[in-house]
């Protein structure tokens, strides 16, 4: 075992993720069924399977924005509710409306919500909090910056600030890397290495097979159902990834 | 000139008129905003036809008074509103076309309910608003309208933005999202009753669009689209009613073109976003 799991530097203590059995359904469509693993902090675990395999869908019900029709989905022991603050889902950047006028700063101060609440003004804890996650991603030039004049790079880092200074533990990424240019790709991967290192969970969906191994600790290869979940050396093989996409790469129908 | 210019300003109907202009017209310019992050302008308009069924019943069973009108024209908006949704989610619809169905079919019903029941001369006032014709209780009411809306929207601002801005993960930091986009909408069809007697439902929806509309093309700020969008439509709106008397034109149709004057100039022109600003 990868001795980053025996315990979560980011909180000093170490937390599972476990999902068993986990079955989403949309209207008569069985979206996931049967999905079952379960890891823990300081992992970066990588989602893989074809179009339409359930990635985002995963991704959503461990968010909390799901109904599970069947299993259960535990963090640290207990039922992951309709939200928490310990986890963090960032959309994929396409699905985002670019043009809304608000600053980086803006976006990255919602996610000190759960603590300010509806109304209450931001206390110094608060501030600290978003100036620190503004620090770290890199992004104090921009923070006053309309969130429509950033490159893609940038777009994902104020995602990723927003995660931060909501002090999430769990960070839920969908195609981080989609769309992005090759230094921006570099640059996200040693983020998203230096994050999983500092003791949090990162579960990203991924497509390009090429940067599976500079990144991810542990693979699911998932097809609606997870066809196989492990170490990258163990499940990211030639076989397991014919399995998943099929040999003909066909979509999942 | 000066005579002539502030003439209007003698008549007590004039005053009570500009007054009411201006409330009505800050009330919906802040909440253009909302509906134009929303984009929900479709849907606002939709609903603004919906309202005339809900008043000519109100006159039917309970006479013309301040609240019968107000009340038809909720009960109706929720009903069409609220229908949509049921219509949509228990059939392969999507809500629009449903929507379009329930309003264009009430609206027909409104009409002719109007035509029936002996109100026709008020029929022009209830589809194009008759400003002159409002009085005290009238402004009273919208005033009490427009503390409430502003009151609760101003309140609910943050989740509201996060909402508008990404549900989903608004939803991930524990925004009733669903609740929130609910009491929204119920929100925006108050302001938009309140504007009826200034503008009349065929054209509130300008009233509530409009504001907002412009002054996204001007700026990127939230705060100034907001209170931007509430300070235009306020000047704009008693500014209209004050050109509709020297000009003999009427007030509602004035108001709404005035607005649509002032979207063209920033439309063309804004430095940042305009089609000519940004040629330069």
């Known amino acids: 075992m990868n001795p980053a799991h025996e315990s979560c530097a980011h909180c000093g203590h170490h937390h599972e993720l476990q999902v068993e059995g986990l079955a989403v359904r949309y209207r008569e469509l069985d979206a996931l069924r049967d999905v079952s693993f379960s890891t823990s902090c300081g992992a970066c675990v990588a989602l893989i399977g074809p179009n339409g395999a359930g990635k985002s869908t995963l991704l959503k019900a461990i968010a909390g924005l799901l109904p599970v029709a069947a299993g259960r989905i535990l963090w640290r022991g207990t039922r992951v509710a309709r939200w928490s603050r310990e986890i963090a889902y960032l959309p994929q950047r396409e699905n985002v409306d670019w043009h809304f006028p608000i600053t980086v700063r803006g976006v990255v101060r919602m996610g000190r919500y759960p603590q300010a609440g509806w109304w209450r003004p931001f206390s110094k804890t608060d501030e600290a909090a978003i100036c620190r996650a503004i620090d770290m991603m890199g992004l104090k030039d921009l923070e006053n910056r309309q969130i429509s004049q950033l490159s893609g790079g940038q777009q994902q880092r104020v995602f990723l600030a927003r995660a931060l200074a909501q002090e999430a533990h769990v960070l839920l990424l969908d195609e981080p890397f989609t769309g992005l240019d090759r230094p921006s790709k570099t640059a996200l991967a040693e983020t998203l290495r230096h994050l999983t290192e500092e003791g949090r969970l990162v579960i990203a969906s991924h497509h390009d097979m090429d940067t599976v191994r500079g990144i991810y600790d542990e693979v699911l290869l998932l097809r609606r159902h997870a066809v196989a979940f492990g170490p990258v050396e163990e499940v990211f093989t030639e076989a397991k990834l014919d399995e998943t996409f099929g040999t003909d790469g066909k979509e999942v129908a | ?280």
Not at chain 2, 160 to 179: I, K
């Open chain 2, 1 to 280: 000139m000066i005579d002539w210019l502030l003439e209007p300003l003698n008549h007590p109907f004039n005053q009570r008129a500009i007054l009411a202009a201006l409330i009505i017209g800050c009330t919906n310019g802040y909440a253009s905003a909302f509906v134009v992050l929303r984009k929900s302008a479709l849907k606002v308009g939709s609903l603004s036809h919906a309202l005339l069924p809900g008043i000519a019943v109100a006159i039917l069973v309970a006479g013309l008074n301040d609240w019968s009108a107000f009340l038809g024209a909720l009960f109706a908006a929720l009903l069409i509103g609220l229908g949509s949704l049921a219509v949509s989610r228990g059939s392969r619809l999507d809500q629009d076309s449903a929507l379009a169905i329930l309003y264009t079919a009430a609206f027909s019903g409104g009409i002719i309910l109007l035509r029936r029941i002996g109100v026709t001369q008020e029929m022009e006032e209830w589809l194009f608003g008759n400003i002159m014709g409002l009085r005290d209780g009238d402004l009273w009411m919208n005033f009490w309208i427009s503390c409430g809306a502003l009151g609760l929207l101003t309140a609910l601002h943050r989740p509201l933005l996060m909402t508008l801005f990404d549900a989903e993960v608004a939803a991930t930091l524990g925004v009733p999202v669903r609740a929130l986009n609910y009491l929204l909408m119920a929100v925006l069809i108050v302001v938009l009753i309140s504007s009826l007697q200034a503008v009349g439902c065929m054209l509130a929806v300008g009233l509530l669009v409009a504001p907002a509309a412009t002054i996204y093309l001007l700026t990127d700020s939230t705060n100034a689209l907001f209170w931007g969008g509430a300070l235009l439509g306020g000047l704009a709106a008693s500014f209209a009613v004050l050109a509709g008397w020297w000009l003999n034109i009427e007030q509602g149709p004035a108001i709404v073109l005035v607005l649509g004057a002032i979207f063209g100039i920033s439309f063309l022109f804004s430095p940042k976003y305009g089609l000519l600003g940004r040629a330069r």
